[in-house]
């Protein structure tokens, strides 16, 4: 008579569903960098490098572009590495030991993502409700906070409904976004009004000489990368895109490209309609 214990199928390791394309890898780069850095930080850049010329802002908009590039890449390798869902969290775990991902991954849970989810959220009621109430103020009413809390409810609705569904969802805001942009761009390009003499003199010489140019150059670009932000997301979700090791670095180097490329352009548009002082204002 056997004594052998009984045999029992082993269990397959939960995972998730691998659903997303390369169009929603490169909307999700795209969808979580562009938002509201493209359109209030080229006031602040013009006032700081105005004095040394629009060649100057641009020049620094093309060298963060890169910078985000190379940073895109390098996660690019990790996540072919390392083709599991959480980005950076499973990049510290491998490299320094669960403890270290295990924090990262409290402070993204309590403090970092939580707060950015909030702020984006409050912008985009903050900006609803000049559509919604105009005239209302913008600020200090409790509408605002139940119009936000609102939206990252329908958001996490959505997720909830489906990888695939929150993808085309995804690509659908993103292509929205992106297409008013393009527009933007357009419709300086052809409507009257513009003039490349806004964007004389290239280069200039501001105050302070070197050191000057140094410090500005070192504020701009805080600025600048700050708009650039988000590019890291698209690693997050390896777990969820088809053959990630080929799909991910992919999506990571064309959207961070297709963002720069859609910032210069932007810049450029601002710069062709409007003098430096007015872009100040």
């Not at 990262?104 to 702020?119: L, N």
């Not at 200039?204 to 932000?229: E, F, K, S």
């Amino acid at each position: 008579m056997s004594t052998s214990p009984p045999q029992h199928p082993r269990r397959e390791a939960p995972h998730l569903e691998r659903a997303l394309g390369l169009w929603s890898g490169i909307s999700l780069v795209v969808g979580t960098v562009i938002g509201s850095g493209i359109f209030v930080t080229p006031s602040e850049i013009a006032r700081l490098a105005g004095p040394w010329g629009v060649g100057t802002i641009v020049a620094v908009w093309i060298f963060c572009g890169f910078l985000s590039l190379a940073g895109a890449l390098s996660y690019a390798e990790l996540a072919a590495m390392f083709p599991q869902s959480g980005g950076q969290y499973v990049f510290l775990r491998e490299a320094y030991g669960p403890i270290w991902g295990f924090l990262y991954g409290w402070m993204e849970f309590w403090v970092a993502r939580s707060g950015s989810i909030a702020t984006i959220a409050v912008g985009f009621a903050t900006y609803a409700r000049h559509f919604t109430a105009p005239g209302a103020e913008p600020e200090g009413d409790g509408d605002l906070r139940w119009m936000a809390l609102g939206l990252i409810l329908l958001l996490t609705l959505v997720n909830t409904l489906g990888v695939r569904f929150g993808g085309m969802v995804q690509v659908a805001f993103t292509v929205a976004k992106t297409g008013a942009l393009v527009a933007l761009v357009l419709g300086a390009c052809l409507l009257p009004g513009g003039s490349t003499t806004n964007w004389m003199p290239l280069f200039a010489t501001g105050q302070g000489g070197v050191g000057g140019w140094v410090a500005v150059i070192g504020a701009v670009m805080i600025q600048v990368l700050w708009a650039y932000d988000g590019w890291t997301n698209g690693a997050a979700v390896s777990e969820e895109i088809k053959e990630p090791q080929r799909t991910v670095p992919r999506a990571l180097a064309l959207g961070t490209a297709g963002i720069m490329a859609i910032y210069v352009a932007v810049v450029l548009a601002y710069h062709y309609l409007l003098s430096v002082p007015a872009v100040v204002q």
